[in-house]
């Protein structure tokens, strides 16, 4: 593995900051076509046996913040069950790889989250091949920017924000809570864009916003079984749904609205949801932990 290969830092370790290269893909993209490629702990995230003996079911664990996820998971002891759409094979090969690299079992299951069949059978077969469910990672998401506002979207691409980024979340979540048992955890993936939506991704933030609140209430449902429901709320990350559903002048300047002035890679994203998932984290649930390079929160 060389630096250019897949390590996006420069000199000093210092992360790429905007503008990026001018690209774009369709979606739903490829890390291995980015330019940077995106960092996913590839060479730097070392485990500390934080969650031996567990299991993790990711959705969208292909690439991104879930395959950087997957593989910090494995790395801390964890078998790792994940799915990704069939268009993603060849990225899901590849997190599959460094999961088992790390030593660990890992289960792919291509499938598409907006499919409720699809959903309720995930976390079975997580139990049925990998032995258990212990932490659940709501993460596939899809999002399609519209600069000309709300007349541009459809209600096709409305219809698929909802389906993937809220009814697949639901529907796994409910399938998995027979299998969970106290001291299991559900981290949800949120964003910055349900507190401070940006205009051009209107429906992708409306069901950001659904997901904290989904989050709190839940959380509070299940805390008497002694099962945490947390969220992670990340601000810009590179990932390939920035070059495949923004404009190239979008994905130029990606990331300079943050006050550290750049996306975040995938790499940092994880150790939060290492946290959330570990034994130290375990009188923590109902939170949002805000990983947006410094944009303030509530």
Request: aromatic share 6%; glycine share 10%.
């Amino acid at each position: 593995m060389t630096r250019d290969q897949h390590s996006p830092e420069g000199p000093a370790g210092q992360r790429p900051e905007p503008p990026f290269p001018g690209q774009s893909q369709p979606h739903p993209g490829s890390g291995e076509a980015m330019r940077p490629q995106p960092d996913h702990g590839e060479a730097s995230y070392r485990g500390t046996g934080r969650l031996a003996g567990r299991t993790a079911l990711i959705t969208g664990g292909d690439s991104g913040i879930g395959r950087a996820v997957a593989l910090a998971f494995a790395r801390e002891g964890a078998d790792v069950a994940f799915c990704h759409l069939p268009e993603e094979q060849a990225d899901a090969d590849v997190t599959a790889q460094l999961v088992k690299e790390s030593g660990r079992r890992v289960l792919a299951v291509a499938g598409d989250v907006r499919e409720e069949d699809f959903c309720t059978s995930l976390p079975a077969r997580c139990v049925g091949e990998l032995g258990g469910l212990d932490i659940l990672v709501n993460n596939a998401a899809y999002q399609m920017s519209q600069p000309e506002g709300l007349a541009a979207i459809t209600t096709g691409q409305f219809d698929r924000v909802m389906r993937t980024n809220l009814y697949g979340m639901f529907w796994i979540t409910r399938a998995a809570l027979p299998g969970l048992r106290p001291g299991a955890s559900i981290i949800n993936t949120a964003s910055v864009q349900a507190y401070q939506p940006s205009p051009h991704l209107l429906d992708y933030a409306m069901t950001k916003a659904a997901i904290v609140a989904f989050t709190h209430g839940l959380a509070q449902q299940l805390a008497p079984e002694g099962i945490r429901v947390n969220a992670v709320a990340p601000g810009p990350v590179w990932t390939p749904l920035i070059p495949a559903t923004m404009d190239e002048e979008q994905v130029a300047h990606f990331g300079e609205q943050s006050p550290l002035g750049r996306a975040a890679q995938p790499a940092e994203m994880a150790p939060a949801y290492v946290f959330l998932a570990s034994p130290e984290a375990s009188y923590i649930t109902g939170e949002i932990l805000n990983a947006t390079g410094g944009t303030p929160l509530p």
